[in-house]
């Protein structure tokens, strides 16, 4: 069985901090993908990043970074300088391929505030 | 935009009447996914399906009934309702491809149950 673990519930600091969100996950697969997700206050969920199982490259796209561990399995968020519209609470995600095609299941979130 | 509509947007219903949220896609995608948002527990997939009349079930799949057929019709039936089914729901998409699988929501929908 799959899980994705975020034992962070809660974390808040101040601006222009750096934070990290912890993603660890559990799978047999040898194939999967990994996501972040970030939901505002408004409530849509925002896809911000996807990686394959293959690919352990750590990504940086502005502000943000992302450390892909396949030997602890974990998949960290960075925020470097973080802003008050980082606020939100944002999911991590592990998909896996089924007889019946991809299911994906998240972690509890970790709900972000940034405070100014 | 990955052409999600769900609908109804906001319902509240009372225990033990029967309720059908709709989940309809613009651009033909395969898969498609009803989650449940509550606190504490993050997303939980209820089903997901991956062709038409192909459904299967996710985590929290008791008392939730699924259809699917017509591609781009998803819909999440709740039998009885029960205050416990008082939730968030989002309808998702799954877009395919040499990228890889990405999931996509729609805007969710309010359900309570009084």
Redesign the interface.
Known sequence: AQKVTQAQTEISVVEKEDVTLDCVYETRDTTYYLFWYKQPPSGELVFLIRRNSFDEQNEISGRYSWNFQKSTSSFNFTITASQVVDSAVYFCALSVLNTGGFKTIFGAGTRLFVKA | DAGITQSPRHKVTETGTPVTLRCHQTENH??M?W?RQDP??????IH?S??VK???K??VSDGYSVSRSKTEDFLLTLESATSSQTS?Y?CAI?S?GTA??????G??SWLTVV
């Open positions: 395969r898969y996914y989650y504490g527990h993050g997303l939980r997939l997901y991956y062709g192909d459904t299967d996710g985590e968030v989002f799954s395919t890889g699988n990405t999931i996509y929501f805007e969710g």
